[in-house]
């Protein structure tokens, strides 16, 4: 950051309507990135004036999420700064302050239209096939006809006074100017009869009242920028600079939703997705440092981040893509850390029976045998399962057991050769079942195979001498004892 340069002040400003989505972690992402790198300030702020579809459960969890993906706020809801309070709700006197400052200057009035006249005249542009805007029909009214429809006790909006001709023009740090003609703006409505500001008002009072410098959001909200800068315009207030950035579409190419999977980071967080993982990708999906480099740590990111190099053009989401680098982040992550997230993980999914729960054997055992192989954290319980749990056995192990005519044989001679090895470790097992298969004449994977579906009623397992030594010596000998009656098929 400049030193002569007011800092960044950054906000996300989530509406609690749903969960945050990957388009909406996206947003708060870039936003928090700026902030950290600039030594800026990253708001949280609470739109929750659609009063029927806002919740509590929805704050709590766009919160927990924001938190769980690391992406920690500055001022917010439970961090009060002197910008506050930052849910809209609470900020309704700054609103009818704002409101009022405009009826005073002129620049707004009251509009008493009924709902059965504003929808004639929607009505009638229906028909005519061009755009609704607001007639204008409260716009001169004399103060002691508006004071005789309030004495009346007819309900009204406030509307702004907007220019009705000309255009406004965005400027977009990545879409460049975009100009709107202001004759399809009209007279925007700031204040509902209900006394709750719009969406395009109580943006535009908060932005400015709390020092927004950068306004980085959805391409979706690029038509709303005109009438926000209206609203700014008319208080007297500077403007922010624009972000818009790009839509998030799915591989059928339209806007990503429920439709493709997973799109809450809740749902990927249930899912066994770690947070390096999910920053790092959802940071690509719109920007990019070079041609090449694809992986980030959240670190990185800070370092390297810049709306300069944030694209216009839509972003796929690739599911496919996102489990890579989910796998390559685990096998990255140090053992100690892993084990951390995966006793958050079994903690918070619930999963019974698993490690965390202070049995044997713990979490540290066994991340050296599934670490390389996961590519989510429910892999690893998959993967693990059979250490702590009676194994399941899977129909295609068990056909594949049955369908092995050596299979009984050989799991006999390896249930007697692992009651004779001491000391039972990884390397003593191998040796002794290599010299086994060497023995019978038969490969190591063949005699391995029985051995693997036996244990773990699994095709797919940890390697086979480490699941040996880690599962114990009488567990392995029992539960190849009870296979060799399945083998055998009696
Ligand atoms: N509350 C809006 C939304 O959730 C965002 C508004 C904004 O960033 O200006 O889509």
Not at 18 to 39: D, E, M, P, Q
Not at 58 to 77: A, K, V, Y
Not at 148 to 162: Q, T
Not at 465 to 471: H, K, P, R, W
């Amino acid at each position: 950051m400049d030193n002569d340069q007011e800092p960044i002040r950054v906000r996300f400003a989530p509406s609690p309507t749903g969960h945050l989505h990957v388009g909406g972690a996206r947003t708060a992402l870039y936003n928090w990135l700026l902030a950290r790198k600039s030594g800026g300030i990253f708001i949280l702020r609470i739109e929750d004036t659609d009063i029927s579809r806002s919740t509590e459960d929805n704050i709590r969890q766009i919160m927990e999420s924001m938190l769980w993906l690391g992406l920690d706020w500055d001022e917010g809801p439970d961090r009060e700064g002197k910008h506050g309070p930052y849910r809209q709700m609470q900020r309704l006197e700054i609103y009818r302050r704002a409101a009022d400052e405009l009826l005073g200057s002129d620049k707004a009035y009251r509009c008493f239209c009924s709902k059965e006249e504003i929808a004639a005249e929607r009505e009638e542009a229906r028909r005519a096939s061009r755009a609704y805007v607001y007639s204008g029909r409260c716009a001169n009214l004399k103060p002691e006809e508006s004071a005789a429809c309030e004495a009346d006790g007819r309900g009204f909006v406030i509307r702004l006074r907007a220019p009705s001709g000309g255009t406004t023009v965005v400027n977009d740090l990545i879409r460049g100017e975009v100009s709107f003609d202001n004759a399809l703006i009209g007279d925007i409505i700031l204040v509902r009869a209900s006394g709750i500001p719009t969406y395009n008002f109580a943006v535009a009072v908060d932005d400015s009242q709390m020092g927004i410098t950068h306004v980085i959001r959805g391409d979706d909200h690029l038509p709303n920028t005109p009438k926000q800068l209206m609203v700014l315009e008319a208080m007297v207030k500077p403007a922010p600079a624009y972000a818009h950035l790009p839509l998030i579409l799915g591989p059928d190419r339209t806007p990503l939703s429920k439709r493709h999977g997973a799109s809450s980071v809740e749902e990927f967080r249930v899912r066994g997705y770690i947070p390096e993982a999910l920053c790092n990708y959802l940071a690509l999906l719109g920007w990019s440092y070079d041609a090449e480099t694809t992986i980030f740590t959240t670190g990185e990111l800070v370092e390297k981040f810049s709306l300069g190099r944030v694209g216009a053009t839509a972003a796929v989401f690739d599911n496919d893509k996102l489990l890579w680098m989910n796998g390559y982040h685990i096998r990255n992550l140090e053992p100690e850390k892993l084990s951390l997230r995966l006793e958050e993980y079994i903690a918070t999914t619930r999963l019974s029976g698993l490690p965390g729960t202070g049995g044997r054997p713990g979490i540290e055992e066994l991340i050296p045998l599934a670490q390389e192989k996961m590519k989510t954290l429910a892999d690893f319980v998959e993967l693990t399962d059979f250490f702590f749990l009676p194994p399941t056995y899977e129909d295609k192990a068990l056909a594949k057991l049955r369908k092995d005519e050596l299979a009984p044989e050989i799991l006999i001679r390896a249930a007697g050769i692992l009651s004779g090895i001491e000391p039972y470790d990884a390397e003593t097992i191998e040796e002794a079942l290599r010299r086994a298969a060497d023995e019978m004449d038969i490969r190591l994977g063949k005699l391995l195979q029985p051995v693997r579906i036996a244990v773990s009623g699994k095709l797919v397992t940890p390697g086979m001498f480490e699941t040996l030594a880690v599962l114990g010596k009488e567990k392995g000998i029992d539960r190849i004892n009870a296979a060799i009656k399945m083998a055998r098929n009696d």
